[in-house]
């Protein structure tokens, strides 16, 4: 790799007027970019703006329809992955590129081992890959099997294998995602140091608080085009209203709405070694938001809850009347619905197009004499996919070529179109743009304004605390606090986040 300060920042890669489209869609349309040495440029735009197209196109996946791309002032055709990582670029996607059955060694090795006599020198890549991961401050076991690392690991196990690659240019596709604000900071580090080195960083993010702390220039992306490139400092406001093409004048739109009746209680759940007697309850025209740290057990809780995991110990009642453990179709009956916090392996089906997945929940009670009520289930889903805005080619369109925005869409429309009382979101907005989040949020007011309740899980606070009418806190499988909206504040989530003892009121 280059040493700090050991080239003067230069325009390394330059994309001019790259077009792409699939049928019946214009993904890019004439868009620019331009990379130097040394630098964190940004690129910002809303889900299906055209970002994954672009990078894809950079990395080799795609082919573009027209433009060029140059490097080093001279016209490069990226034809595959091989061509891509040949010129020196690197690409670490949402979804890793690893092969959980190898252990870590295998996987920073994987396509160019070290060879001993004919045979792979296990011993030297094992050194080599332990030197790589000291390097990006991960202590793990060069010999561990990848599928034993946690998100955060596999993370830096990515940026490892770009920094074998020894790339000039490392683009990366929502890296902080699932990060914690530790893990995040380290990453920054590191990228920091990438860019110290001379390379060149390509950083798609959708936490705005980030851009100024990491970037340098921001280019944004608006319906396939680059529409501005501004300054990584340019105010939050400023930059959505380039991304969405309006403003938004709140970016956590609550609306508090009447109090009612409990719609659902939990008393006492416990699962022995994951949670520990968590009660509390969810009131008509409420949101409740749950936090805490990763691994406290908010997930595990709202799965149990909805039946699709077993619990040992508690109770819990929708509308009053107990649900049965560990039976999920007594809790969609009873008007649960539980939107997951990974869509795209629990939420959807992928392969199904628009219409079959908006009719997921509701397609038993279309079923008469064993035949779908296809024409009604079509004519609800295209209702849901109006009220919610959906952008699709339309109902037939396949689940899996919708952007992610669009897609939570439908994990959240299914449960409309099943008249669901009760929502349990579990991190509504990871991976989704600004302003699909705010279409999302005003969905919520929605809901609570009709009566409905709505249990929040977050690991983003400023959501948690700009979207809940009360916070409950849980750390280490208990539910350790609660505070009302006028009370709570990061700090203060932090600290209950991170207690030994309940203060449950």
């Not at 940026?159 to 929502?174: G, N, S, Y």
């Not at 319906?223 to 105010?235: L, Q, W, Y």
């Not at 799965?303 to 110990?313: E, K, M, N, P, Q």
């Not at 349990?424 to 989704?432: A, K, Q």
């Amino acid at each position: 790799m280059r040493g700090k300060g050991s080239c003067v920042s230069q325009e390394i890669l330059r994309a001019e007027g790259l077009r792409k489209t699939f049928p019946g869609v214009v993904a890019l349309d004439g868009v620019d970019l331009s990379l130097r040495t040394g630098e964190v440029h940004v690129l910002l735009g809303e889900n299906g703006a055209g970002k994954s197209t672009l990078i894809k196109i950079l990395s080799g996946a795609y082919h573009p329809d027209g433009g060029r791309v140059l490097m080093d002032s001279r016209q490069v055709h990226i034809r595959s992955a091989g061509d891509a990582q040949r010129l020196g670029i690197a690409t670490i996607y949402q979804e890793f590129n690893l092969v959980p059955q190898l252990t870590v060694a295998e996987n920073l090795a994987l396509g160019r081992p070290p060879r001993r006599f004919g045979f792979v020198d296990v011993r030297r890549m094992e050194q080599q890959a332990g030197r790589l991961l000291e390097r990006v401050g991960v202590d793990v076991d060069p010999r561990t099997p990848t599928a034993r690392l946690g998100i955060a690991r596999m993370q830096m196990v990515e940026i490892a294998k770009a920094l074998a690659l020894d790339a000039r240019v490392l683009i990366m596709d929502e890296p902080t995602a699932v990060l914690t604000t530790s893990e995040v900071a380290r990453l920054f580090a590191i990228v920091r140091q990438l860019r110290d080195e001379g390379v060149a960083v390509v950083f798609i993010t959708h936490h705005l608080e980030e851009i100024a702390e990491i970037g340098g220039r921001v280019t944004v992306l608006r319906d396939g085009r680059s529409v501005a490139e501004v300054p990584a400092n340019t105010r939050r406001d400023e930059l959505v209203g380039l991304m969405v093409g309006r403003p938004i004048d709140q970016q956590y739109p609550r609306r508090p709405a009447e109090r009612g009746e409990p719609l659902l209680e939990v008393r006492g759940l416990t699962r022995r070694g994951v949670f520990d007697d968590v009660s509390f309850e969810v009131r008509a025209g409420e949101v409740v938001g749950m936090a805490g740290l990763v691994g406290a057990g908010r997930t595990e809780v709202a799965r149990a809850l909805f039946g699709a995991d077993r619990y040992d110990a508690g109770q819990v009642f929708v509308r009053g009347r107990p649900l049965p453990p560990g039976d999920v179709h007594a809790a969609m009956e009873a008007g649960l619905g539980l939107v997951p916090e990974d869509r795209k392996a629990q939420g959807l089906v992928l392969g199904a197009d628009v219409a079959e997945n908006l009719g997921l929940v509701t397609m038993r009670d279309a079923t008469r004499a064993g035949f779908v009520d296809r024409p009604g289930l079509r004519r609800t889903a295209a209702k849901v996919a109006e009220q919610l805005g959906i952008r699709m080619t339309g109902l037939s369109q396949e689940v899996r070529t919708l952007s992610g925005g669009n897609q939570q869409k439908v994990v959240i429309g299914k449960w409309l179109a099943a008249n669901a009382n009760v929502l349990i979101l579990d991190e509504p907005t990871r991976g989704v743009d600004v302003g699909a989040k705010v279409e999302i949020y005003q969905l919520v007011n929605a809901l609570t304004a009709a009566g409905d309740a709505v249990l929040m899980i977050s690991s983003d606070l400023p959501e948690v605390l700009g979207m809940s009418d009360r916070i409950l806190v849980m750390a280490r499988g208990r539910l350790v606090g609660e505070l009302p909206a006028a009370e709570a504040t990061q700090d203060a989530v932090m600290a209950l986040a991170t207690t030994e003892t309940s203060h449950v009121r």
